[in-house]
């Protein structure tokens, strides 16, 4: 049966589905400039990756560079010291979520959130926005690291219409596979299911479809679908309930 529960705090990162990057990946292709863009949004997450149960959060929509700082539900907060009309590189602090131990089976311990540092580049070609990034857990959680590869094509529809559609994929260490979708000896015994270790590898493959309508020069509405599916070891973990799993957002901008 699918659950659903609210919390007012978002908890948005690499943990989940990219469609916050596709989301922001479209809107930066018409912010490469400095701005400040503040709004609200709601989504709706899987509990954890490969959770049967489902959570509404709501959060800040928050889009804001200047100049060589920048803030956003893509990166975090951080700086970008190189930035022309076909490569950004840049460096930042993120959110990784953990998940809370009533949203796993009983015996499994919790896994705490953490705060990650990440590099990334984008790179603008061709229509194509293609992102290559890496973060390491440095505080609590896994202090694993995982990378991401995306490839998105923003298409204007019409002069206040934008599609962007995106692929992704993510590779994790296996210390942050281990600690996220493992089961140690304890946790066996506590919640009786089989101990399972998991290594390095793939560990999830996505693909988005942002739809983003400019309502005034300053106001966006834009919504996000997503289907993302656990791949190699990691998606015969004890944890996973579905290894494929949608994911939907919704968020309304103004522009500064």
């Given at each position: 049966?699918?659950?659903f529960?609210?919390?007012?705090r978002a908890?948005?990162?690499?943990?989940l589905?990219?469609?916050?990057?596709?989301?922001?990946t479209?809107?930066?292709?018409?912010?490469?400039q400095?701005?400040?863009?503040?709004?609200?949004?709601?989504a709706?997450?899987?509990?954890?990756?490969?959770?049967?149960?489902?959570?509404?959060?709501?959060?800040?929509?928050?889009?804001?560079?200047?100049?060589?700082?920048?803030?956003?539900?893509?990166?975090?907060?951080?700086?970008?010291?190189?930035?022309?009309?076909?490569?950004?590189?840049g460096?930042?602090?993120?959110?990784v979520?953990?998940?809370?131990?009533?949203?796993?089976?009983?015996?499994?311990?919790?896994?705490?959130?953490?705060?990650?540092?990440?590099?990334?580049?984008?790179?603008?070609?061709?229509g194509?926005?293609?992102?290559?990034?890496?973060?390491?857990?440095v505080?609590?959680?896994?202090?694993g690291v995982?990378?991401?590869?995306?490839?998105?094509?923003?298409?204007?529809v019409?002069?206040?219409?934008?599609?962007?559609?995106?692929?992704?994929?993510?590779?994790?260490?296996g210390?942050y596979?281990?600690?996220?979708?493992g089961v140690?000896p304890?946790?066996?015994l506590?919640?009786?299911?089989?101990?399972?270790?998991?290594?390095?590898?793939?560990?999830?493959?996505?693909?988005?479809?942002?739809?983003?309508?400019?309502?005034?020069?300053?106001i966006?509405l834009?919504?996000?679908?997503?289907?993302?599916?656990?791949?190699?070891?990691?998606?015969?973990?004890?944890?996973?309930?579905?290894?494929?799993q949608?994911?939907?957002?919704?968020?309304l901008?103004?522009?500064?």
């Amino acid at each position: 049966m699918m659950k659903f529960s609210s919390e007012n705090r978002a908890r948005l990162s690499i943990s989940l589905p990219i469609s916050i990057m596709a989301l922001w990946t479209g809107a930066a292709q018409a912010q490469e400039q400095d701005h400040v863009v503040l709004g609200v949004g709601v989504a709706a997450a899987p509990a954890y990756q490969g959770s049967e149960d489902y959570r509404i959060i709501p959060f800040p929509a928050i889009d804001i560079k200047k100049g060589w700082f920048f803030a956003n539900l893509r990166n975090g907060i951080g700086v970008e010291p190189i930035s022309t009309e076909t490569v950004t590189i840049g460096a930042s602090a993120v959110f990784v979520q953990g998940y809370r131990k009533r949203d796993v089976p009983g015996g499994i311990d919790k896994l705490s959130d953490a705060v990650g540092a990440r590099v990334f580049a984008n790179i603008r070609a061709g229509g194509f926005v293609a992102t290559l990034g890496a973060v390491k857990v440095v505080s609590g959680g896994t202090k694993g690291v995982v990378a991401d590869a995306s490839l998105s094509y923003p298409i204007h529809v019409a002069p206040r219409f934008m599609l962007t559609p995106t692929i992704a994929t993510t590779w994790a260490n296996g210390r942050y596979n281990d600690r996220y979708f493992g089961v140690t000896p304890a946790e066996a015994l506590a919640s009786g299911l089989p101990q399972f270790q998991a290594g390095s590898g793939f560990k999830d493959a996505s693909a988005a479809l942002t739809a983003s309508y400019r309502v005034t020069d300053r106001i966006t509405l834009a919504a996000t679908g997503s289907v993302s599916s656990l791949l190699d070891e990691v998606k015969d973990s004890p944890l996973v309930k579905k290894t494929t799993q949608p994911f939907g957002i919704v968020t309304l901008t103004y522009r500064m």
